[in-house]
Structures are given as C-alpha cells and as structure tokens.
C-alpha cells in the first residue's frame, strides 16, 4: 500500500509538470491541422498523443520525424501524415472526427506501409491527481477496451498494414529522484500500464518498441540518470516531455523493431 501511494504521488507531481502544457495545446480528439487529401505515395501513418506530437523538441526533431528519416533510407519517396494530438486518450481517440478517424481514411486509400501508434498514458492523470487506486485500475481497464478498439478499426480499415506501438518511460520528478525506493514505486506503476499495452498490442499482433527500456527500464538509478538525460525534468522549468535526445531514443526504439515496410 505505501508503495502504491509514493507512485501515486510520483504520478501527481508528472501531471502536475505537465499541467501548463495541456492547458495551451489543442484539447484531446482535437486534430491540430486539417486532415491532408489521401496520400498516392507511400506513406507513413503516426498516431497518438504528445510524444507523437513532437512536444519537447523542435520542429522536425521529434521522433515521428527521425522516424520518417529512417524510413527514407528505405524507401525514398515515403510520405509522413503525423495526426498525433497532445493530451489524447485512448477515449478521446475514438472521438468523431478526431485522429483515429482521419487515420482510417488514409488507410482505406491503401497507400499507408506503417503505423506506428503510442497511447494511454494521458488516461491516468485523473486519477493520479485524485490519488484514487481504485481509479487507477478501471483506468487500466479502459485502456485495454478502447486500445483494442482503436487497433480492431485500423485493421478493418487496412488489415494488411504493419503497425507498432510503444510503451511509456517514467520522466522522475525532481523531489524522487534521491530516494531510489520511491523511483521503484513508481516504476511499478508505470509497469502495471505498460504491461497492459503490451497484451492488447499482442493480442493483433502488433510489436511493441521498449521505449521504457531506452529509458532506464526498471532500474532506479538509471531511470534517474535517463529522466535528466533524455527530458527537461531536471532543468529549472520541469516537463515530463522528452527533449531531442529523448526523441532520438524513442526513434532509435522504434527503427529497431520495424517491420519491412519496403
């Protein structure tokens, strides 16, 4: 229980960080562009919330577009339609007219050689601010039936299109960083979240790149030196979002799991 609790408060003080960035971005389910007429090249499809966004790195530096890099090697005239929308759910996901929406259009065109899709860390912060563990497990709940959702509609879309999820690292805020015993509570938390979307992403056998590990995995210390590394968590100005460093490890993450998309 006081394991729980010290995660629980790990996880208010991320969403607290976090809080002012939410506020100013488009609210979740909102697209922050126009979706683009259907792509005739192939194309690259990115889904998901801030990270997908490129929160925390210039523009053109976040990993959907080191991503998109990397598939140019392969296939030089590949497309990028990026439809990641900062502070999305995996609820909020299934709004009319929002990114998932717009994701199948695209894939009915036939045009999309990958997915790739990261989601469901947003869906928790509620209850880490209301410190309910109660909350924190139906969320858990919601997560695994609207992920399957989300990823059942892109098959039907597309069922033949390769997609890949990722799991979630823990940014540390600042007043945990020294007591390790703390960092491991947390860490337990984020492992009950990220094993949950590893069961639903095997379940449609999708692959899922250990973006948890390019951060630390599950050792305390190294999370701790990869939180101040790959975020701004340990800078005056706090954000639980990565910086270009971050995003090269979570790029770095997916490019090693990727299918042949050629």
């Known amino acids: 229980m006081r394991g729980r609790t010290l995660a629980l408060a790990a996880l208010v003080s991320v ?3 976090c809080s002012a960035e939410r506020a100013a971005a488009p609210g979740p389910g909102t697209p922050s562009s126009p979706a683009p007429p259907p792509s005739e090249s192939p194309t690259y499809l990115a889904l998901g919330d801030s990270l997908a966004a490129g929160v925390g790195a210039p523009a053109g530096e976040g990993y959907v577009d080191l991503v998109h890099a990397g598939l140019r090697e392969e296939l030089p005239d590949v497309d990028l339609l990026s439809f990641g929308v900062s502070g999305e759910t995996t609820s909020s996901m299934l709004t009319p007219g929002g990114q998932l929406e ?3 259009e695209a894939l009915r065109s036939g045009e999309v050689r990958l997915v790739t899709i990261d ?3 947003n869906d928790g912060l509620g209850c880490a601010l209301a410190r309910d563990e109660a909350c924190v497990e139906g969320t858990l709940d919601a997560v695994r039936a609207n992920l399957a959702t989300v990823l059942e509609r892109i098959r039907t879309a597309d069922p033949d299109v390769p997609v890949v ?3 979630y690292y ?3 805020p600042p007043q945990l960083q020294d007591d390790p015993s703390q960092v491991a509570a947390a860490l337990d938390v984020l492992q009950h979240l990220n094993d949950t979307l590893a069961d ?7 692959p899922v790149a250990p973006v948890s590990d390019a951060f630390g995995g599950l050792d305390p210390a190294l999370v701790v030196e990869r939180t101040c590394a790959y975020t701004s968590m340990c800078s005056p100005a706090p954000d639980i979002h990565p910086n270009p460093s971050g995003h090269a490890a979570i790029a770095g993450a997916l490019l090693a799991v990727l299918p042949d998309v050629g």
Not at 200 to 206: G, L
Request: charged share 25%; no cysteine.
């Open 15 to 17: 969403a607290t960080a």
């Open 102 to 104: 717009r994701a199948e």
């Open 119 to 121: 989601i469901g860390a």
């Open 165 to 167: 999820g990722t799991d």
């Open 170 to 172: 823990l940014p540390v």
């Open 200 to 206: 639903v992403y095997a379940e449609y056998d999708v």
